[in-house]
């Protein structure tokens, strides 16, 4: 049975299959408002592997400039569309935390997608935890420590997972090494969406 750093929780099959597919449609509308954009590397320039989008006050974006929030859509300028919300409610579920989420990324991963080990510390508030859910094919997802070298731990994600890093695993390292294909049938064309829930400014 593999360990996870402290503060860091994985609840399996959180959302059933009905959940599942209402909050498919729910990314649809917010695709249809805010289309999936490439995001850059800000040093080299280079394509990350995943499209994204946001929805809530504000939206995570990586590009030349560096990263960072926005309140508006890098291509077209509009504002975010709304955090769902039945994403909120899942929030206030498992989150812990009185405050509400500002900020919904959403990530598709083709077949071939990967996401290096990464912090999220671009938030000023890191009291909050980071609330993730996966949809669609199964991925190996790794997490370790708050420094880079420390040690790992990897296991599969499935549809309808959740994942919170919270207290001291909120700044733990962490990555998608690889999606598994053809893995789930909820999303008609294959590939996995992930949602991921984070408080960015501190609460007055």
């Known amino acids: 049975m593999n360990v996870l750093p402290k503060g860091v929780r994985h609840i399996p099959g959180h959302l059933g299959r009905r959940e599942q597919e209402d909050l498919v449609e ?29 929805c809530g006050e504000l939206g995570w974006v990586a590009d030349r400039s560096g990263y960072r929030y926005q309140a508006r859509h890098p291509d ?11 994403l909120l409610k899942l929030w206030k579920e498992v989150s812990g935390h009185d405050a509400p989420p500002e900020a919904c990324l959403v990530n598709f991963y083709s077949e071939t997608a990967k996401m290096g080990l990464h912090q999220d510390r671009d938030e000023e508030d890191f009291t909050a935890p980071v609330v ?6 199964d991925c190996l997802f790794r997490v370790g420590e708050r420094d ?8 599969k994600l499935r549809s309808g997972d959740v994942v919170i890093l919270g207290g001291e695993g909120r700044l733990s390292f962490h990555g998608v090494d690889r ?25 007055a």
């Open 26 to 54: 729910d990314v649809r509308s917010v695709v249809r408002a805010a289309p999936l954009f490439q995001p850059v590397m800000p040093r080299s320039g280079k394509p990350l592997s995943v499209k994204m989008t946001n």
């Open 76 to 86: 077209s300028g509009e504002v975010w569309p709304p955090i769902p919300e039945r």
């Open 132 to 137: 993730s859910v996966s949809l669609g094919d």
């Open 148 to 155: 880079r070298d420390g040690r790992t731990t990897s296991i």
């Open 179 to 203: 999606i598994y294909p053809s893995t789930s049938t909820l999303l008609k064309n294959g590939g996995r969406i992930n949602l991921t829930l984070r408080r960015v400014t501190k609460p």
